[in-house]
């Protein structure tokens, strides 16, 4: 699985934001899809995941009721809504493809449990 991930840019705090990853390969539905940033000088976070049909999601407390992933599997994107982002929210955002049947574990909100990782798109909240 190849990803691709886009719309990253400048916005206002309180504006909207919404990024894209675009996949290419294997069956995109048959992964759950997770996105993550990074701050400089920090480890990689957890953001959000979704599940294979988009079912079950989970966030990061952090962005909860701010922040909203979907999917559409017919475009094999996913997408992640950013609504009134803060300058906290300000770093490089990845998108991650997690093949639950490659193995036993399940840790969606570590960046180890997924198999493929798109280039990062970077978001800047000014103030």
């Known amino acids: 699985v190849q990803l691709q991930a886009s719309g990253g840019g400048l916005v206002q705090a309180g504006d909207s934001l919404r990024l894209s990853c675009a996949a290419s390969?294997?069956?995109?539905?048959?992964?759950?899809m997770g996105w993550f940033r990074q701050f400089p000088g920090k480890e990689r976070e957890f953001v959000a995941v979704?599940?294979?049909?988009?079912?079950?999601?989970q966030y990061a407390d952090s962005v909860k009721g701010r922040f909203t992933i979907f999917r559409d599997n017919a475009k094999n994107t996913v997408y992640l809504q950013m609504n009134g982002p803060k300058p906290g929210d300000t770093g490089a955002y990845y998108c991650a493809a997690w093949d639950t049947l490659s193995g036993t574990s399940w840790s969606p909100l570590l960046p180890s449990q997924y198999n493929y990782w798109g280039q990062g798109t970077q978001v800047t909240v000014s103030s």
């Open positions: 390969g294997r069956s995109f539905s048959n992964y759950f």
């Open positions: 979704i599940s294979w049909g988009g079912g079950g999601t």
